[in-house]
């Protein structure tokens, strides 16, 4: 998320274009708000695999993300105008147009101000959430503005590990996503590839990052 935060910064400046980006977590990771206080005193300490999880936070809002058996987006751009939600609305456009044509239907959360109470983010979906017809939350996503700049980023669960999601959010607190059995994730970036250039109207140039630009992100860290 480091990497987010860069981009949105050299966006702002005009040293970047406007950038689409998907990636997973290794060590998984629990991400807190921006503005998120209060969290278990035991999350620090949790392991997955033997593995301890990292703690960390995120440049945008809303509350806690596991990131395990999850893929990420970051869509970091500028010139969209109305109001937060009008905003989410805009960009989340090629998140529904994707997942649509890979047979999965999905709506906005409904929940209002009461998410603030709830350490995990995919315990409640607001209108800035996408879940399925059945209720369940797919993708959870926050926002962050520099200047005219925006940062929206989300999680999309795929593959987790229930045992692990109830150790950190408590047995109550999953509720399994079913997906068609056929996805995997290279055919879901595809399938949002494809929708981000026909909503957005782009093209898209596969520009990984350089060994100098590596180095200025790590530094800002």
Not at 56 to 76: E, F, W
């Amino acid at each position: 998320m480091a990497v987010d935060r860069w981009l949105l910064e050299q966006h702002e400046s005009g040293k970047h274009p406007p950038t689409l980006r998907f990636y997973t977590w290794s060590p998984p990771a629990i991400s807190l708000g921006y503005h998120q206080k209060r969290y278990p005193e035991y999350w620090p300490n949790l392991t997955w695999h033997d593995d301890k999880l990292d703690l960390v936070r995120r440049p945008s809002g809303g509350r806690a993300v596991l990131h395990q058996g999850d893929l990420t987006y970051a869509v970091i751009t500028s010139g969209i105008t109305g109001s937060r939600l009008q905003v989410y609305a805009k960009i989340c456009e090629f998140l529904i147009q994707g997942w649509r044509s890979l047979g999965v239907d999905l709506n906005y959360g409904q929940a209002g101000r009461g998410y603030i109470h709830n350490p995990n983010c995919f315990g409640t979906a607001t209108g800035a959430d996408l879940i399925l017809a059945d209720g369940s939350k797919l993708i959870g996503s926050a926002q962050l503005r520099k200047g005219e700049a925006i940062l929206q980023h989300g999680s999309m669960i795929l593959h987790p590990d229930v045992d692990l999601f109830k150790q950190v959010f408590g047995k109550d607190a999953f509720t399994p996503v079913k997906l068609p059995e056929n996805l995997n994730q290279q055919t879901i970036i595809n399938a949002l590839v494809v929708a981000a250039c026909e909503c957005f109207n782009m093209q898209v140039e596969v520009s990984p990052l350089t060994e100098n630009e590596w180095l200025e992100i790590f530094n800002n860290c």
